[in-house]
């Protein structure tokens, strides 16, 4: 079946009873040191943390481990600094 098959008959369904349209989302968030979160929705899980310039401990922000550097770069000089 398409997508766009899907999405017709979704529509049409919908239309014709729009309590089928009630959907519910959950989400589980647990703080995890001072500013880190370990959340879960359902089947999948992740880490949220605030950058390390804002007192983050790990680095679960940039999805790199810690010590990896921003966008799993090394850390460095920054860009346009002379060294």
């Known amino acids: ?7 017709a008959k979704t529509r049409q369904a919908i239309a014709n009873d729009p309590a ?8 589980q968030g647990t703080l995890v040191g001072v500013t880190g979160v370990d959340i879960r929705t359902g089947a999948h899980s992740f880490k949220a943390d605030e950058p390390r310039s804002m007192g983050a401990l790990s680095g679960a922000c940039s999805g790199q ?11 460095g000089p920054a860009r346009g600094s002379r060294s």
Do not use: E, N
């Not at 079946?1 to 999405?7: E, H, L, Q």
């Not at 481990?65 to 850390?75: E, M, N, T």
């Open 1 to 7: 079946m398409s997508f766009d098959t899907i999405i």
């Open 20 to 27: 089928k349209a009630h959907v519910v989302f959950t989400a």
């Open 65 to 75: 481990p810690a010590g990896a550097g921003r966008a799993g770069r090394r850390p």
